[in-house]
């Protein structure tokens, strides 16, 4: 695992571009120039892992686009020390990202094998987010309530179980859609079962899945 001062630069450059594309929140630029999403990609893609692009993993999932990393993160408003849940571990990029932000992150897979790779991968690279394999529509109930929720895969909407998990006053970002496209939500728990919904626009997700494998 090696991390040179080409891919630093290559990451700084990175951290530009996503501030140029209109991310504000420094907190989370700063993580972009931290992380080395080199180390989350296949071998065979180390030498595009600074462009703002998804790249596959195994078990059909992505690492999703830098930029929209970011905009998730952002939307999130996360403060130092707050409980973080995020459906869909997958390459555990999304999960450090939030960890160099000081969330609390608690982190739910649904593929078993990408699950056993990124909890080893976490560890090596000193990150402490909590892993679990399970079925991210179900949560983590045992752990609720959550000060904030990442939902980082396309839902066709926005799961009651997972609501109900939210602390009043918390917020969920979740793509909601089963088309090509989906809309990024932003869900406010105003009270119980009363939200406040806001749209920010059209994003392309891989599915949500139910039922472990």
Known sequence: MIDNY?????RRKLAEEIRQKGIRD????????????????????????????????????????????????????????????????????????????GAKVFSIERHHSLYIKTKALLQKMGYNARLFYGDGYKGLPAFAPFDKILI????????????KQLKIGGMMVVPVGSGGTQVM?????????????????????????????
Request: net charge negative; hydrophobic share 40%.
């Open 6 to 10: 080409r891919h630093k630069g290559l």
């Open 26 to 101: 420094e907190r989370v630029i700063g993580a972009i120039e931290r992380i080395p999403r080199h180390f989350f990609l296949d071998s065979s893609f180390v030498e595009f892992a600074y462009q703002d692009k998804p790249f596959p993993i195994g078990s059909g999932q992505t690492i999703s686009q830098p930029y929209t990393v970011a905009f998730q993160t952002e939307l999130l408003e996360v403060k130092k020390g707050e409980k973080v849940l995020e459906i869909g571990t997958g390459s555990g990029y999304q999960a450090c990202v939030l960890l160099e932000i």
């Open 152 to 163: 980082t895969a396309a839902a066709p909407e926005a799961p009651p179980e997972l609501l």
């Open 185 to 213: 939500m932003r869900i406010t728990k105003v009270d119980e079962g009363k939200y406040e919904l806001n749209d920010f626009g059209q994003f392309r997700f891989v599915p949500m899945l139910g039922n472990k494998e």
